[in-house]
């Protein structure tokens, strides 16, 4: 290869003798940092198989779900918030919870029951009921209306929310539907 | 000694041809990449027709990439530069021309079939069982062609580049048929031989691979040629070369499962996958350094010379690609990277900054060459690279934001933990719109450049003269000893290859031996490396000549190569074979899909859900929050394809059975936004008009008994009255809602397949013990 019309190159370390189709090799050592590199993920492989696949101390992946999974369970059952048909009609007079109920009911209820809480009476097409006449399918109370959404009704299509929604929010949905209605 | 010259004209016709076809189909590729990256901004893109779906143009679009763009790339470039390192003419311009038809012959039939549906639904392994013989034909013509030439080749010893391209030829040969081993149920169709776990695992062994030896290997022997041809600089270091390729090569192979981190899988694959993916960062980086440190001396020509520029960023983006990779196998990282757009711009870093750089500047670098006429415009050239790299930089910048946020949203709780902070899926997803709306412009960007890149060959091409390259060869009648090839013995019984196989096996003794025998591995490996290191500080001489000798013999080369690309991959697939019959399932075993379900999975599969569904709920509090209990391997057992996904479009469907009601699976399949505002699922109109396939499930059922499957033995007859009951009882059900549709469409048996997701039966001791 000529090299006649560049700057020459600086001195550099050996090459290989053997050329390939002009293509020259140096023949320098690797980099310090690279090395280390390669020794330190070396290292820590060889540690991270060591505790984790034989020291027997960290838990299985499924344990440790499990585990943090029912501290949750836990942390709900002692939520304090009180869930009877008088707190619910409380509920459904007080601003904050209707407002964030209607936030959480756009967003998830009203796919099926439109946002006017109007169901199949509005639109044919929907699948949910109407929420704002007097004619409750699965009860009337405040409780009931409260297990429809906690609990759902597969049959026709309601799906269970207690357990993505919580028992405030499931609450506050509540309490919006039933401030449409008229409290005793 | 005697000595005569003679002179070879090279075949540069078909290096021409594969360099044509891979701009062309790049730009299919990528024209399909811009509307399916449209579609998910706007639904109506889809245009309610089945063949123009995201489903379905997805696999087409990694597919063209990968096997259309970067194939025909890699063999312009193996056929050309091969052809000059090794001083002759490629063997049998037979074989080359069958070669480049063949390959376009594929491509074609590729691109027909995957947008009717006809599909493995594995990803990249997505064509169907009569074109993956051709696949495996044509790579054998290719395989045959190269060592062929390598058998008649005047010079003896072998560059690092043929290293690299002898290593991508055996292993995906191996991946490929592996991965791709199934039983045809009918002309179109089959069943893989592996299900579930095992079928994930040998899914990425290929997957993971592909990458490797598909998409890096050969483009790095690619760069060892053309790049220090381009920079007329001498190659940074042999030594690197030496133990980056040999570290690579072996250690890749053992990475495949980090892409299935979290999940099901047992956990000493994932432990491996992601210890293996951390230990390839620095031979992947070897590559990157051997590559810019050639430059060293050249930076000049970076101002002037496109063809420098592309290859300089093509290298940084492999470098940056190879990083983020073991980041993302780390446990903790991918938990939240893992099924969000993180992932896409990892890939596209890789696809568009590597493979499409160093395409590109291949390809400028090339026509002057294959042509004999300078290039129509270098102004043109560099517009293509800043076009390119601000869309890569636009692209993959998005796409990092949109992951991590998705990622960070999905996994946030609320109140003490014990609530999810974004309960509705579609609130993640809306909040990365303009994200994946910045994805289109960035991907679009590129586009523009790689035409730009067409438009300018196209005009250095008019009038111009093609010419095949000449050498004058000096032939050697008498071989010095030194340049003999290596006998069966000396291959084998020396210092390099003895420590390393006995260091192998102690390892292996260390990672899966008992009490007692963990600890004879571990000091059998430690001595073996003490020994090692003794042994070469002493007689590095010795090693240095053997590795001289073993250059210039390229039958135990290539033995070697696979040895040590094989290892990996039967210390991971091998006991899953062996142990991974239902019996063997700790706890919950999967119920047999009936004959409708069965139907209805198979239309799951060829409209492509698992491009935006996964089946997997991982060990993860925030997965098991939103979806419900984590998937146990024994629940997706007898799954052919296995249908964990890899991107989460649209929500985990693992546990989504039972969970809505028929008619809300109806609506949401016809009209999603009916149902989830805001979702952009596109509608699938034509399963409620097209008829299930009752008739193909008979030899279908009789290919999942013959797998293993435990289905009763049933007549055509049989099969059509178990349908004809499960389709009935969902079509009463929709009557009651006032929708009244024929139990013969396809939704009926898409209905019935999502409804039993989840189902699973307690694994009881009987059972366990047959």
Redo the contacts between chains.
């Keep these: 290869?000529s090299?006649n019309d560049?700057p020459t190159?600086?001195v550099?370390g050996s090459?290989?003798k053997?050329v390939?189709?002009?293509?020259?090799?140096?023949?320098?050592?690797?980099?310090n940092w690279?090395?280390f590199?390669?020794y330190i993920?070396?290292a820590?492989?060889i540690g991270?198989?060591f505790y984790?696949?034989?020291s027997g101390l960290p838990e299985?992946?499924?344990e440790?779900?499990e585990a943090?999974?029912a501290r949750?369970q836990t942390?709900?059952l002692t939520?304090d918030l009180v869930i009877a048909d008088a707190s619910l009609w409380e509920m459904s007079q007080n601003e904050a919870f209707i407002s964030s109920g209607k936030e959480t009911y756009n967003?998830?209820c009203?796919?099926?029951h439109l946002p006017s809480l109007k169901g199949k009476s509005e639109s044919?097409?929907a699948?949910g009921p109407d929420l704002t006449d007097d004619e409750w399918v699965h009860g009337s109370e405040p409780l009931a209306l409260y297990k429809v959404v906690d609990e759902g009704i597969?049959?026709?299509?309601m799906?269970p929310w207690g357990p993505?929604?919580?028992v405030?929010?499931t609450a506050e949905v509540v309490a919006y539907v039933l401030s449409y209605h008229e409290a005793p | 000694m005697s000595a005569r010259n003679i002179t070879i004209e090279y075949n540069d016709k078909v290096v021409r041809q594969f360099m044509i076809a891979s701009i062309i189909w790049g730009a299919v590729g990528m024209l399909v990449g811009v509307l399916i990256a449209s579609q998910l901004n706007f639904f109506q893109l889809n245009f309610n027709t089945s063949f123009l779906t995201y489903g379905r143009l997805r696999p087409l679009h990694t597919n063209a990439v990968i096997f259309a763009l970067v194939g025909n790339m890699m063999f312009a470039g193996v056929y050309y530069?091969t052809q000059?390192?090794v001083?002759a003419r490629l063997a049998s311009d037979f074989l080359s021309s069958l070669h480049f038809w063949g390959w376009q012959a594929i491509i074609l039939s590729a691109a027909i079939t995957l947008p009717l549906g006809l599909t493995r639904g594995k990803e990249y392994a997505e064509l169907i069982w009569p074109i993956n013989i051709a696949v495996a034909l044509i790579w054998v013509v290719f395989a045959v062609n190269f060592f062929w030439t390598l058998a008649r080749r005047h010079?003896r010893?072998l560059?690092?580049a043929i290293w690299f391209y002898i290593a991508t030829i055996i292993t995906i040969a191996i991946l490929y048929i592996v991965n791709h081993l199934s039983i045809p149920t009918g002309m179109l169709h089959s069943y893989g031989l592996f299900a579930g776990v095992q079928d994930g695992l040998v899914q990425w062994w290929y997957g993971h691979n592909a990458v490797a030896f598909f998409l890096t290997t050969p483009i790095l022997g690619i760069m060892y040629?053309f790049l220090?041809?381009a920079a007329?600089?001498?190659?940074?270091?042999?030594?690197?070369?030496v133990?980056h390729f040999w570290?690579l090569v072996f250690v890749y192979i053992w990475a495949g499962p980090h892409h299935l981190l979290?999940t099901a899988l047992p956990?000493?694959l994932q432990?491996l996958g992601?210890?293996?993916s951390?230990?390839l960062?620095?031979?992947s980086?070897?590559g990157m350094?051997n590559g810019l440190f050639t430059l060293r001396?050249a930076w000049s020509k970076l101002r002037t010379d496109p063809v420098i520029k592309f290859f300089a960023a093509g290298v940084t983006f492999y470098g940056m690609a190879t990083f983020e990779g073991?980041l993302l196998s780390i446990k903790s990282v991918n938990a939240l990277g893992h099924y969000t757009d993180w992932i896409i711009g990892h890939v596209h870093a890789g696809a568009l900054g590597w493979n499409g750089f160093m395409a590109a500047g291949m390809f400028y670098f090339l026509v002057p060459k294959l042509w004999n006429k300078p290039l129509y415009s270098q102004a043109l050239a560099n517009l293509h690279f800043w076009l390119g790299l601000f869309g890569i930089l636009i692209y993959v910048a998005a796409m990092w934001t949109s992951g991590i946020t998705q990622g960070l949203m999905l996994n946030s709780t609320t109140?003490?933990?014990?609530?999810?902070t974004y309960?509705?899926f579609l609130?993640t997803l809306n909040t990365i719109r303009p994200l994946m709306l910045l994805r289109v412009v960035g991907g679009g960007l590129y586009f523009v450049g790689w035409l730009l890149m067409a438009y300018n060959i196209v005009k250095s091409l008019k009038g111009a003269q093609a010419v095949n390259g000449t050498m004058e060869v000096v032939v050697e009648d008498d071989v010095p000893e030194e340049e003999r090839p290596l006998g069966p013995i000396v291959t084998v019984l020396n210092p390099p290859v003895i420590f390393s196989t006995v260091g192998t096996i102690f390892t292996c003794v260390w990672?899966f031996g008992g009490p007692f025998l963990?600890i004879v591995g571990a000091i059998g490996t430690a001595l073996c490396v003490i020994l090692a290191w003794v042994h070469f500080e002493s007689k590095g001489k010795r090693w240095a000549a053997w590795y001289e000798r073993l250059l210039v013999s390229a039958a135990p080369f290539t033995v070697l190569t696979l040895v040590a690309v094989l290892i990996g991959g039967l210390v991971q697939i091998i006991p899953g074979i062996v142990s991974h019959q239902a019996a063997n399932v700790e706890d919950r075993l999967q119920i047999p899909y009936t004959p409708l379900e069965l139907a209805g999975r198979d239309i799951y599969v060829a409209e492509g859900c698992y491009n935006c569904h996964s089946q997997m709920i991982r060990?993860?509090?925030p997965d098991?929050?939103?979806y419900g209990d984590?998937s146990r391997l024994g629940e997706s057992i007898y799954d052919r394809p296995y249908q964990w996904g890899s991107r989460r479009t649209g929500p985990d469907l693992a546990r989504i059975g039972?969970?809505?009601?028929d008619?809300?699976h109806y609506?949401h399949t016809l009209r999603p936004r009916?149902?989830?505002?805001g979702s952009n699922m596109p509608n699938y109109p034509w399963l409620n008009e097209n008829a299930t396939d009752v008739a193909a499930l008979e030899s279908k059922i009789n290919v999942q008994r013959m797998l293993g499957v435990p289905y009763d033995e049933m007549t055509a007859e049989e099969i059509q009255a178990s349908v004809d009951a499960q389709a009935n009882e969902i079509v009463e059900r929709l009557k009651v809602?006032?929708i009244y549709v024929a139990p013969d469409k396809q939704i009926i048996a898409l209905i019935a397949y999502l409804q039993q997701l989840g189902n699973y039966q307690e694994v009881t001791p009987a059972m366990a013990s047959r």
Excluded at chain 1, 154 to 157: M, N, R, S, V
Excluded at chain 2, 232 to 241: C, E, F, G, W
Excluded at chain 2, 658 to 661: L, S
Excluded at chain 2, 674 to 677: A, G, H, K, R, T
């Design positions: 290869m090299d560049k190159p600086p550099e090459k290989r053997h390939y189709d002009g293509i020259e090799e140096f023949n320098k050592r690797l980099p690279w090395l590199t390669l993920t070396i820590f492989s991270y198989w984790y696949a034989q299985g992946d499924g440790r779900v943090e999974i949750i942390a709900k939520s967003s998830l009203a796919a099926c044919p097409a699948i597969l049959a026709k299509g799906p993505t929604l919580g405030q929010k | 530069s000059r390192l001083k010079e010893s560059y690092v040629y220090p041809k007329n600089r001498p190659v940074y270091s042999y030594k690197l070369s133990i570290s979290n956990n000493w432990m992601m210890t293996f951390l230990m960062w620095a031979p980086w070897g350094l001396g073991p109140e003490g933990g014990t609530l999810l309960p509705n609130d990672l963990q060990t993860l509090v098991v929050m939103r984590y039972g969970k809505y009601n008619t809300w609506n009916d149902i989830s505002v809602d006032g």
